[in-house]
């Protein structure tokens, strides 16, 4: 498996103060993303300093530490008590097609959930599109339960498809 670097920025979701977000980014050395037949990455995702080879960010993942995410009807039930400072969503979890199949993904799974321990979190969520395989299989494979799901009409009135929702104790 190639080297993961992660890059960690902390902010807050400017439309909930009640978020802390840590973001996570996954990086390769550029020379491991040959063209390959895909398309080549953009190069403004491409870190520079260091001396060393050029690395390509490839993925994503957002750690919102909070009691719910904004507009999200779909919401986690653990822990009961506080749930404002021991319940984390991930968000945004992307891997660069040119990347995936390598653990990038899994990785930053791991990353996040260390940090979310870190942090005092006791429950982790993810949503996942019900019909998303690759996905969902990647969050069961990491000890991600399915706790809740979207009802279809719910779904069409927020205007995105079907959902689940995963979760894994951590504490």
Same mark, same amino acid.
């Given at each position: 498996?190639?080297?993961?670097?992660l890059r960690?920025?902390? %902010? /807050?979701?400017?439309?909930?103060a009640h978020?802390?977000? &840590?973001?996570?980014? =996954?990086? *390769? @050395?550029?020379?491991? +993303?040959?063209?390959?037949?895909?398309?080549?990455?953009?190069?403004?995702?491409?870190?520079?300093?260091?001396? %060393? /080879?050029?690395?390509?960010?490839?993925?994503?993942?957002? &750690?919102?530490?909070? =009691?719910? *995410? @904004?507009?999200?009807? +779909?919401?986690?039930?653990?822990?009961?008590?506080?749930?404002?400072?021991?319940?984390?969503?991930?968000?945004?979890?992307?891997?660069?097609?040119?990347?995936?199949?390598?653990? &990038?993904?899994?990785?930053?799974?791991?990353?996040?959930?260390?940090?979310?321990?870190?942090?005092g979190v006791?429950?982790?969520?993810?949503?996942?599109?019900?019909?998303?395989?690759?996905?969902?299989?990647?969050?069961?494979?990491?000890?991600?339960?399915?706790?809740?799901?979207?009802?279809?009409?719910?779904?069409?009135?927020?205007?995105?498809?079907?959902?689940?929702?995963?979760?894994?104790?951590?504490?």
């Amino acid at each position: 498996m190639p080297l993961l670097v992660l890059r960690v920025s902390l %902010g /807050e979701d400017a439309e909930s103060a009640h978020l802390r977000v &840590l973001a996570l980014l =996954a990086a *390769l @050395p550029s020379s491991e +993303l040959g063209g390959g037949g895909e398309a080549e990455l953009d190069r403004s995702c491409q870190l520079v300093g260091g001396g %060393g /080879e050029p690395e390509a960010v490839v993925g994503s993942l957002d &750690l919102n530490i909070g =009691a719910w *995410l @904004p507009a999200e009807p +779909l919401r986690g039930a653990l822990p009961e008590a506080a749930p404002e400072n021991g319940r984390a969503y991930l968000s945004n979890v992307c891997v660069a097609p040119q990347a995936r199949r390598r653990g &990038l993904a899994a990785g930053m799974l791991a990353h996040a959930e260390a940090r979310a321990r870190e942090e005092g979190v006791s429950d982790l969520y993810v949503h996942v599109v019900a019909e998303n395989a690759p996905a969902l299989q990647l969050y069961l494979n990491c000890g991600y339960e399915v706790e809740g799901e979207e009802s279809k009409k719910l779904a069409a009135t927020h205007n995105h498809e079907r959902r689940l929702l995963l979760h894994q104790t951590l504490l």
